[in-house]
């Protein structure tokens, strides 16, 4: 059996509404994933709140306060939530209902069960209820049989059975045997859902609400003697141990003996666990690189988190930000457990999961929730335009209010999801085209936004531009590939240096016909007396940098014009060579002292020339692309 579809009744502002369960995609695309979009408010959570509830009685629902107001109590007095299975093995109901009632196969009667049924429901004089219902055909004519003691039997061979005269009407019957009932549709029905009940209740998928928890990271020592005996005493930790292939319990429990026993066997342990889950989440979350180190002292386990510019400085998972916290939870729960098959087959519903991750961090996210949907039904309901999958438009179902009523309606397969008339009425306006500055400008880092962005307003007060800072060369690629995919013209501006050269011919590889020359640019394109290898410094006044550094570093520095300024600085200081982190610190302070000192559009013509004509140049082919 399958999961067909899910209907919702009279719960809050949903009067009823049907969600559809399939896999949308093709390749490696495809997914069980449903996405529910739409403004806050619109009756997104309240959908998954009452599947949720469904599975626990509706002990958490109080009905005076949740039953739907446009409702009719006489009429239709309960919530109720349906969930739909799709019959696969048809074979297998027919062949019990003919083993239970032998006489419909010695008459050659047949039975095809499409559809099954769980309704769950909740009223105001009754707490819960439960029903299985089937929908099926058969060649049946009801009128030939009856049901007594539990067997079925024909009309005929009751009324012989009972000396009835043969042209005995029903109401004779009846009254001649008081405990006979007429076969009908209905008295099937339940006669199937009786015998199948028990199945039924296994193939109703298990529900799970999931929600970031502190228990679904590890930042406190585990007791490595208490967890090989109960692995559910860390999820986190079992599922890594899942990842590194260790599958079971008992293989678990193997690993831990052997690592507590011999020091060779606990490294040995450390290591492939670590490389394990780094791996995997590196590989999940793509543009945040990180390394995940399992330690363990004694008989008891930490995990730690080392970013990999700045290693040997180790995190508690608890010390990082709380986007960090959100994706990491969901790839140590959900992404692991479907990664080792431990999840499968059960409804996941995420309430905008992606609260406090980065854009690009919310698409890694989509992508992944997209692979757990392989082997579970998932549901996810999001207002952020970076959940959409934009290969599949049918994924997605819009929730919108209208007079107070919840509605839902799906997205057509042959419209893009980020046509203006999708994105309006999911999100209420086209962000792109309304929230984004006509001129948008991807540089590497900080400093180089503050830098630009100052010399613009001065220079340029009318000219209108979105700096944003990438957070290195290497990451620019990722925030240009994320316009490129919501069809955002943009400009990239790198450094000459080997990797702003690098990553410029990267981009231009791996986008062929979405960005050129013309859109992507080193320092030396844009001002071609600039040095070879120049950084952004190259443009500021030489004195003031020769200066700055001086004061900084304490010692003389002799910068010629005609090289790049800091190649030569590090050249001249073994401390910057040798300290990047301190150098990078000085590039922003550097930029801060630039801001503060040159305050006035004159103050930059008189003093930093090159600076003056870099920005001309740039805004003269911004304005050429638009």
Known sequence: ???????????????????PIDSYGEGD?????????????????????????????????????????????????????????????????????????????????????????QSIWKSEKENFGKKYLADFETNITYA???????????????????????????????????????????????????????????????????????????????????????????????????????????????????????????????????????????????????????????????VFVEDKDTEDRFYNMSQRSDGFKQFVSLLLTLSTSSSSNTLSNNIILLDEPETHLHPSGIKYMRDEILKIGKNNHVIVATHSHYMIDTLTPERHFIVSKEKMQTKIEQVDKNISTLEDQVLV?????????????????????????????????????????GIKPAGGASKVRNVMALLADEQVDALALFDDDEDGRREKSEILKNFKGI??????????DILSELPHKSTIEDLLPNDFVKEFFEKEMKQDFDLPAEEPILNKIKNQCKTLQQNKSQLDALKIKLSEEFISTFKTKEEIESNAPLMTEFVNNLIAKMQKSE
Request: aromatic fraction near 8%; charge should be neutral; hydrophobic fraction near 40%.
């Open 1 to 19: 059996m399958e999961l067909k579809s899910i209907t919702i009744k009279n719960y809050k502002s949903i009067k009823e509404i049907t969600i």
């Open 29 to 117: 695309n495809k997914s069980s994933t449903t996405i529910l979009v739409g403004l806050n408010e619109s009756g997104k959570s309240s959908i998954l709140d009452i599947i949720n509830a469904s599975q626990t009685e509706f002990s958490t629902i109080v009905f005076s306060d949740s039953f739907h107001k446009g409702s009719n109590e006489e009429e239709s007095p309960f919530i109720d939530v349906c969930i739909e299975l799709k019959i696969i093995d048809r074979n297998f109901f027919e062949a019990g209902l003919l083993q239970k009632y032998p006489l419909f196969k010695i008459l050659g009667a047949t039975f095809k069960v499409k559809n099954v049924s």
């Open 144 to 302: 030939k049989y009856a049901l007594l003691d539990s067997e079925i039997i024909t009309i005929t061979d009751l009324i012989a059975t009972h000396g009835l005269p043969q042209n005995s009407s029903r109401e004779s019957i009846e009254k001649s045997i008081p405990t006979v009932s007429f076969l009908s549709k209905e008295i099937l029905e339940k006669l199937i859902t009786a015998q199948f009940e028990n199945v039924f209740e296994t193939k109703i998928p298990k529900i799970q609400l999931w929600k970031p928890k502190k228990s679904f990271l590890i930042d406190e020592d585990i007791d490595l003697l208490s967890f090989m005996n109960d692995t559910s005493l860390s999820i986190p930790l079992r599922n890594i141990f899942h990842i590194n292939g260790d599958g079971t319990d008992e293989k678990i429990k193997h690993q831990i003996e052997k690592a507590l026993k011999k020091i060779e066997n606990k490294a040995q342990l450390e290591n492939s666990l670590s490389k394990s889950i780094t791996a995997f989440i590196n590989n999940a979350w793509k543009e945040h690189k990180i390394n995940i180190k399992v330690r363990i002292e004694g008989n008891i386990c930490n």
């Open 425 to 465: 009425k999911a999100f209420g306006i086209n962000v792109f085209k309304e929230l984004l500055p006509q001129n948008i400008l991807v540089v590497e880092g900080g400093d180089d936004k503050s830098i630009i962005s100052h010399c613009f307003k001065l220079l340029h007060e009318n000219f209108s531009c």
């Open 515 to 524: 960005y050129t020359t013309k859109n992507i640019y080193t320092l030396k």
